[in-house]
């Protein structure tokens, strides 16, 4: 049976700064565990507050006590502030740099005239080309990808059987997954589809048409329709969608991967309710969507 909780497994880019150790008593009495870095930060943070402090060459070791006592607490809030650790374990002194650098102007925008360097682009997007005819994605790094759009079962509301079932369902489609695979889930908030309503409402239309062909008041009546369906269903109301992207290091691997998404979604509907292939058009709209301009 799958299990309700996963461990995230430590990075293989991890050494020995981001071991964590327990500052505790015996008793289990103390603070959590922090990383080496966090504690080497604060050792050092703490000696460079008392350097100041005691040194009489420096300005604040020649203030009143006071002073000094308020400079001891504001520096201690200090190092409080930039040792604090967020959830992907960084620091936020560790953020500096990354700050600094998009002060720059230069590192805010991206140009995408045609006369521009493409190379930025490229690092945003990653994308070389899109196959027409299939719809594969061949990534700039060499790697390929198929892109659907999905719909899962997961839901507050299942009875515990059922999610029972659907996590030992995930959990063996996941077994199937080798090395040299990856999946990419992705959510958007996007306006609602509508191309399937408005089908329906024209055909409904063409069925009643010889009937109908002298009645204004029903022609008026489907006109209003679709214009609804178009002008603000389809473009002021919102829902979430997601889609997956499984992607390969080579066309073999991105192969093998797609032939077990195939035989999952053929098999069973637990894991995956529906399952639409992407080609180009679709995965230029979800892109226009994500990087268009607002303005």
């Not at 048409?209 to 009645?215: A, C, G, L, N, R």
């Amino acid at each position: 049976m799958a299990k309700k909780t996963y461990k995230i497994p430590a990075s293989l880019s991890d050494n020995y700064l981001n071991m964590e150790i327990a500052l505790q008593t015996k008793d289990g009495v103390g603070l959590k565990p922090l990383p080496v870095r966090v504690i080497l930060a604060w050792l050092f943070g703490l000696l460079a507050g008392f350097y100041f402090v005691a040194n009489q060459s420096s300005v604040v070791a020649q203030a009143s006590i006071p002073t000094r006592v308020l400079f001891a607490l504001v520096w201690i809030a200090f190092l409080f502030m930039m040792t604090k650790v967020d959830r992907s374990h960084q620091m936020a002194l560790e953020l500096i740099p990354h700050l600094l650098t998009y002060l720059q102007k230069s590192n805010k925008y991206v140009i995408t005239r045609r006369t521009a360097n493409a190379g930025p682009f490229y690092s945003i997007v990653g994308i070389r080309s899109i196959d027409p005819k299939t719809g594969m994605v061949e990534y700039v790094d060499g790697t390929y990808a198929y892109w659907y759009a999905v719909v899962g079962t997961a839901s507050v509301l299942l009875f515990p059987e059922d999610r029972d079932a659907i996590l030992d369902r995930v959990k063996d489609f996941y077994d199937k997954i080798g090395s040299d695979c990856e999946i990419i889930f992705m959510t958007t908030k996007e306006p609602q589809r509508i191309h399937q309503q408005t089908a329906h409402l024209m055909a409904q239309y063409k069925a009643l048409e010889d009937e109908v062909k002298e009645d204004e008041d029903i022609k008026t009546l489907v006109r209003e329709q679709y214009k609804i369906l178009t002008e603000f269903v389809g473009k002021k109301f919102k829902s979430l969608h997601q889609y997956m992207i499984i992607k390969g290091d080579n066309e073999e691997a991105l192969s093998a991967i797609n032939n077990i998404v195939i035989s999952e979604v053929r098999s069973s509907s637990q894991m995956l309710k529906q399952c639409t292939a992407m080609y180009e058009n679709d995965i230029e709209n979800v892109l226009k969507l994500i990087y268009a301009s607002n303005h």
